[in-house]
């Protein structure tokens, strides 16, 4: 593998830490088989609940990046399987198999995410569970126009992130009515601290 590859990866890890304490707010809604899309280096493994019983992880980047994701795989509580590939692509996936389809800090990165989205509504079982944490699109004019000035260099720098999304619609455009929604500022820098925790579900 790459030097690029590792060093890429080791800093998604070392960014991704810094909001671990977010995390339980999503992973703690998750119950069952889950499917986490843009499962990144395995940071969300320790956080989800006893409910959770098998999860699959699919991302495009390979697990052996870094030796932590392998270290978290083996340390999780339940089995964890790993798909190295693309979510906006057809997913290996039987439909209706999974809980829960969870992911967090990803729909800013996968290039199509209404086609990712239409895949997780294919996987979730009936009465499913589709639990997210994003960054995303400021309420605020003033800053939103700066994320969209600023967006293309970041998306650059930034492995194909886009900070100005608008994830609510979205995630409705995919498909999932939102059953809980809640907006708050994290502690990431300001352009990239506007988040949406939600629940949705396909009506
Ligand atoms: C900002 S990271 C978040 C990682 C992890 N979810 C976390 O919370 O630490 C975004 C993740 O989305 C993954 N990703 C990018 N394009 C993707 C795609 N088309 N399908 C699925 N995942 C993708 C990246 O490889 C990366 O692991």
Known sequence: ???????????LDWAMRQMDDLRPGTTGAASGEVLEIGF???????????????????????????????????????????????????????AGRFDTVVTTWTLCT?????????E???VLAPGGRYVFVEHGRAESEQTARW??????????????????????????????????S????????ALLSHTLRGVAHVP
């Open 1 to 11: 593998m790459a030097i690029g590859e590792r060093f890429s990866a080791w800093l």
């Open 40 to 94: 990144g280096t395995g940071l969300n493994l320790r956080h989800y609940g006893p409910e959770v019983k098998k999860l699959i992880g699919v991302d495009p980047m390979s697990p052996d990046a870094i030796g932590a994701t392998a270290d978290r795989m083996a340390a999780a509580r339940f089995p964890v399987e790993h798909h190295q590939l693309r979510a906006d692509g057809t997913l290996p996936f039987d």
């Open 110 to 118: 996968i290039p199509d995410p209404i086609a990712a989205l239409a």
């Open 120 to 122: 997780m509504r294919r």
């Open 147 to 180: 994320q969209d000035r600023l967006n293309p260099i970041w998306k650059r720098m930034a492995g194909g992130c886009n900070m100005n999304r608008r994830t609510a619609e979205i995630v409705e455009r995919g498909g999932f009515a939102l059953l809980e």
């Open 182 to 189: 809640e907006r708050f500022q994290s502690d990431a820098p």
